[in-house]
């Protein structure tokens, strides 16, 4: 589905991905990890259009990304955003953020397809017409997963999707990605700086350093500690170590 | 005692009223290393600011008791506030970025905290930024103290506002989400500081975190709050024998690497948690 | 949903339509304009003075050019409620006259001058690059000017009248707007939420037109109003030279300008027209200031 070969991103003379490579299947989930500045994220918005300054190749469902992104390829590629308090306009309803993607590609039936949309991620109808500001973070959350679900695109990018959210409801979201996963079988590329989210929802897992992907391996293996990278294996240690409470 | 507060409550007046951000708090804190831990809104920090009654300009606050000290802080004037806040009791906020002075070097600023709590000369202030800098682990503290806050990394900038808290000597200091801003590795580094610098100084740590397994490896005691109430309070290594039904939610909501689960527990919040 | 229109129906915490959502912004913004008793005050006096000018001919009992050089430069009177100035005319209907022109002429630099900044800097701003560069130099060179020397030149190079002076301030009076609106656009085109528009596959002037405009609407809207004082004595500047409403029609800042030698004599003749333009400015920045308030969506 996805074929990354060569990446590099530069941004004047900081070289913040360097020729990277990996692909990643239909329906499948892959996890980015890695501190800030490791250039995750820079991955993604390559991937999504957002950074055009970039070469090498890049393969979405047979088809090579040139810089400038059709309609169709929008259609097909969405993201989700780590602020969610940031990536809603703060001036626009719930109706008019969902309705957007929906004017832009001429679609039919907007008024099921948003009945819909708020369904799927689970918010009540009663929040349609409701500013950003009316809505709790996870709330927000889910609007910004179905606004990015109105095109009906095969690929999602979720750039620390939960990272600003509470325990529980980052509980909650990483659920509903689940289940929508299952449902649409969508293909996910997750970028995060915990390892345990990652390999929550991933099955394999990419570890980034200063802009260059350390290791790739299995969630299982991420798990397990078998790891080959100093790199990964310190991550893990950590995260091993802080994530369980401590016992007397 | 350092700080007791006894039936803390914090109100803030909406279109229909009074509404409760913080209800029937009580603490007591020592020469230790308390954890406040809750959701965003539980009211963890609107409570430990209450310690230096340094909260927004609209609420309303109350308390049976609320002394730092034996100075009662509740009726306390400006004056004598100020001997508290940055002398007494330092605060570490959640980001060096917007709590540095953009234009002063670190080390000027460190040493500006050092001879408003101090007196003494430039140059002995300078001496002692370095020396600050020094103790918080900065392995070149001379490069860091003429390092503008923009060219410092966040675990950096954070080393220095905690360098900037210390010079006055405080017996308390108070982190509101100090580390979560930064990388895991960093975040580790700075918390380990915390620890080491308030054991080694005889301080009272207030750490507020909405990451309650993190906060039991560096504190002694635990408060979890829930809706601007404490409904559980315990010893750190107790945590997984937690009793509060929202105490175990938030612990099990939480994907691990140590263990593979299918789907996470979502937590099923009872009214009743309300009541207490 | 009963009684629409209602105020539980405005109020409502969860809409049921995009209209009631719509409504209910407003109306929100209104309860807080509302609250703020100087923006009200602003807000009062704006409007009585916009009618009183519409309605001049019920309200003022003579000819605004009606000469009477019998009794010139006449005190406050009964007869004449503001005096009669140098050649005889009563001042109050010339007051309410001049308000049509005045204000209209206000009205109209703000219809030309807004829209046009508005699309200049929020272009500039979101294209970037080589189009930023051209239009925002284009925007130095009218702002290098001198507002009135620029306005004269047009208005000599046009004919003298009140339409040519219109042209020539809005000419000139568009530069800051496009500033204002570039800058907004600046703050809000790296932010996530235009790149997720970007990412629905939106082109730049659906961008541009539904999602920033709407934006940078809100201070362009606050900088008109405080602004319009500015207007008003430029438009007055252009007629004392002769290059803006003429003779006899009844102009506030003309009216000031034609009668300034009797000020020490017969004060109320000049003193007059000021104090309505100086209402009208104090008006419009106190309309502005509230209206800062509740349209700053960084606010909400």
Redesign the interface.
């Known amino acids: 589905m996805i074929e990354v070969d060569g990446l590099s991103v530069r941004f004047g003379r900081v070289e913040a991905v360097k020729a990277l490579s990996f692909g990643v299947a239909r329906g499948e989930s892959f996890g980015i990890v890695g501190?800030?500045g490791s250039g995750k994220s820079t991955v993604l918005r390559a991937l999504?259009?957002?950074n055009p300054d970039w070469t090498g190749r890049m393969v979405i469902d047979g088809q090579a990304l040139t810089p400038h992104?059709?309609?169709e390829?929008?259609?097909q590629?969405?993201?989700v955003?780590?602020?969610p308090y940031?990536?809603?306009?703060?001036?626009q309803?719930v109706?008019?953020l969902l309705s957007?993607?929906l004017q832009?590609?001429g679609m039919d039936n907007p008024e099921r397809r948003i009945l819909r949309g708020l369904n799927e991620v689970a918010l009540p109808a009663?929040?349609r017409?409701?500013?950003p500001?009316?809505l709790s973070?996870g709330q927000r959350q889910r609007v910004?997963i179905a606004?990015a679900l109105?095109?009906e695109p095969q690929v999602l990018l979720l750039d620390e999707p939960t990272s600003a959210l509470?325990?529980?409801?980052?509980?909650?979201v990483?659920?509903l990605l689940?289940d929508l996963q299952q449902a649409r079988g969508l293909t996910y590329i997750l970028v995060s700086?915990?390892?345990?989210?990652v390999?929550?929802l991933c099955g394999r897992v990419g570890v980034m350093q200063a802009g260059e992907m350390v290791e790739l391996l299995s969630a299982?293996d991420?798990?397990a500690g078998r790891t080959q990278h100093p790199h990964t294996a310190?991550?893990?240690e950590?995260?091993?170590?802080?994530?369980?409470?401590?016992?007397? | 005692m350092l700080v007791e507060i006894r039936n803390l409550r914090v109100q803030f007046p909406t279109a229909t009223g009074l509404s409760d951000a913080v209800r029937n708090v009580s603490l007591t804190l020592g020469q230790e290393k308390l954890g406040i831990v809750g959701?965003?809104g539980s009211g963890k920090s609107l409570t430990a600011r209450s310690i230096l009654r340094l909260l927004p300009s609209n609420a309303i606050l109350s308390a049976d008791k609320l002394t730092f000290d034996t100075i009662d802080v509740l009726r306390a004037d400006e004056n004598a506030l100020r001997r508290i806040r940055g002398a007494r009791a330092g605060l570490i906020l959640q980001d060096p970025k917007y709590s540095l002075n953009p234009v002063m070097t670190a080390g000027a600023q460190i040493a500006e905290a050092w001879r408003a709590h101090r007196g003494g000369g430039r140059k002995l202030a300078e001496q002692a930024a370095i020396d600050l800098l020094a103790q918080v682990q900065i392995r070149d503290p001379k490069h860091v103290a003429g390092s503008y806050p923009h060219e410092l990394s966040?675990g950096m900038g954070q080393r220095v506002m905690i360098a900037m808290m210390l010079a006055p000597d405080p017996e308390l200091l108070i982190a509101d989400e100090p580390t979560s801003a930064l990388?895991?590795?960093?975040q580790?580094e700075i918390l380990r500081l915390i620890e080491d610098l308030v054991s080694r100084r005889g301080m009272g740590l207030i750490l507020i975190s909405?990451?309650?397994?993190?906060v039991?490896?560096f504190c002694d005691r635990v408060a979890v709050m829930y809706a601007g109430r404490i409904v559980e309070e315990l010893?750190?290594?107790?945590?997984?024998r937690a009793r509060h039904p929202y105490t175990r939610?938030?612990?099990g909501?939480?994907?691990?690497?140590?263990?593979?689960?299918a789907?996470?527990?979502?937590?099923q919040r009872d009214p009743s948690w309300l009541e207490t | 949903m009963s009684g629409v229109l209602s105020r539980e129906w405005l109020l409502s915490?969860?809409?049921?339509?995009?209209r009631?959502?719509a409504w209910v912004?407003r109306y929100r913004g209104w309860l807080q304009l509302r609250a703020n008793r100087l923006a009200m005050v602003g807000l009062v006096t704006a409007l009585v003075m916009i009618i009183a000018s519409l309605a001049a001919p019920l309200l003022a009992w003579q000819d605004p050019s009606a000469q009477n050089l019998a009794g010139r430069l006449a005190p406050p009177s009964f007869a004449h409620w503001f005096g009669t100035d140098e050649l005889g005319r009563d001042i109050y209907a010339r007051i309410l006259y001049g308000g049509r022109v005045t204000l209209g002429m206000v009205v109209a630099v703000v219809l030309l001058v807004a829209p046009i900044g508005l699309v200049v800097g929020s272009v500039a701003g979101y294209l970037g690059g080589i189009v930023d560069r051209v239009l925002m130099r284009v925007t130095d060179v009218f702002l290098a000017f001198p507002r009135l020397v620029l306005a004269l030149a047009f208005v000599a190079a046009l004919k003298p009248g009140i339409s040519s002076a219109v042209i020539a301030i809005a000419l000139t009076a568009w530069p800051p707007y496009a500033r204002l609106a570039r800058a907004d656009t600046l703050t809000v085109r790296s932010?996530?939420?235009i790149?997720?528009?970007?990412?629905?596959?939106?082109g730049s002037a659906?961008i541009i037109l539904r999602?920033i405009m709407?934006?940078c609407l809100s201070s362009v809207i606050v900088r008109v109003t405080l602004d319009m004082s500015g207007i008003i004595l430029t438009a007055a500047a252009l007629g004392f030279l002769g290059m803006g409403a003429q003779p006899p029609m009844p102009e506030w800042g003309t009216m000031i300008a034609s009668s300034r030698a009797f000020i020490l004599d017969q004060w109320w003749v000049p003193t007059i027209p000021g104090v309505a333009i100086f209402v009208a400015s104090l008006a419009f920045n106190l309309l502005g200031d509230g209206m800062r308030d509740v349209l700053d969506?960084?606010q909400?």
């Open positions: 501190e800030s999504s259009g957002l992104r059709s309609k390829f929008h259609r590629v969405q993201m955003f780590q602020d940031g990536s809603l306009h703060p001036r309803t109706d008019r957007e993607p832009v590609h009663t929040v017409f409701r500013y500001h009316q973070g910004a606004r109105m095109a509470d325990v529980s409801v980052q509980a909650e990483l659920n689940v700086h915990n390892l345990a989210v390999a929550h299982d991420l798990r310190s991550l893990r950590l995260s091993i170590e802080l994530e369980e409470p401590e016992t007397t | 959701e965003s966040g990388d895991a590795t960093v580790a909405h990451d309650l397994p993190l039991s490896h010893a750190a290594g107790d945590l997984l939610g938030l612990l909501c939480l994907p691990t690497l140590g263990h593979r689960q789907r996470l527990t979502v937590m | 915490e969860t809409p049921a339509s995009r009631q959502a912004r932010s996530d939420f790149a997720a528009v970007r990412l629905t596959g939106a659906r999602h709407p934006l969506p960084r909400r």
